[in-house]
């Protein structure tokens, strides 16, 4: 899946300092007043903002209706209806979330499998949901979408599971860039071949709590992938291309991605603290 080489960008200074500045980032976030008192309310806020960003990825209408009491989302784990099957799929992951992270410690493939069928519901047959594709996934709703060519054939899609949990169960980077390549490598592999992009920002998500680099998901990257979305296209389909200056845009992007979403779980908690 990876592979070393003297032109690794694993090793390229300039990732390593973008990889430390939103580590810091990240980190100062959980150090605010307000989330050294009472984080919860800070987490719900920033879980419903992630998942309107991940859906708006994924393609939801920008004017989907959640009722009763849109509230952008603070409400993630209440029963709600939604008119927007892709944003219905992304706030049920939300919500799932902090259940899965024990799964996701010992058994990230049947983590994933749970994220789809949370995530695809009302997207494909029923029988499909939680199963590996048997044929080419759909292409990913994001500008400039990751190269189709760049996709695997099916039959490479389970080494490529095997792979990735291999990295979550034991990875050789900091979390930062464990959490990058995660979430790049989904959305390369498209394993289910639908609702591939809410998953892969899931599971993003689920490696920064696992890691202790998040572990009250206060922070949003989703929304710096959203602001970003043309270099998010880019950088993903530089990263498939399997270049080492392609991994390297892939990671770099990430980082200040990562960097955004900790402005964006700082607006949280100043939003729920004057709330208070």
Known sequence: MIS??????????????????????????????????????AAAAAAGRAARCSALLDGASAGAAVR???????????????????????????????????????????????LHVLAAAGLVPAAELGRPRTGEPAAL??????????????????????????LVLGSPWPAVLT????HAELLRLRPFGAADGVVARAAARLTMTTTG???????????GHLRERQEYAAAARAWSAGTPDGRRRWLLHA?????????EGRSSTDATASAD
């Open 68 to 114: 009763p009491g849109d509230d952008d989302g603070r409400s993630a784990g209440t029963p709600v209806t939604v008119d927007d099957p892709v944003l219905a799929g992304a706030l049920r992951v939300a919500a799932a979330l902090p259940a899965l992270e024990a799964v996701w410690r010992r058994a990230p493939a049947q983590a994933l499998a749970r």
């Open 4 to 41: 070393g080489a003297p032109t690794d960008p694993f090793a390229d200074d300039e990732v390593l300092a973008a990889a430390e500045r939103a580590g810091r980032a990240v980190v100062a976030v959980h150090r605010l007043p307000g989330n050294l008192r009472n984080a919860d309310a």
């Open 213 to 223: 680099l998040d572990p009250r998901g206060l922070t949003v990257p989703e929304a």
């Open 141 to 166: 709703p994001l500008p400039a979408a990751v190269a189709d060519a760049f996709a695997p054939p099916a039959t490479a899609v389970p080494a490529g599971l095997a792979a990735l949990s291999g």
């Open 255 to 263: 980082c200040a991605a990562m960097i955004a979403g900790a402005r």
């Open 179 to 182: 959490v990058a390549v995660v």
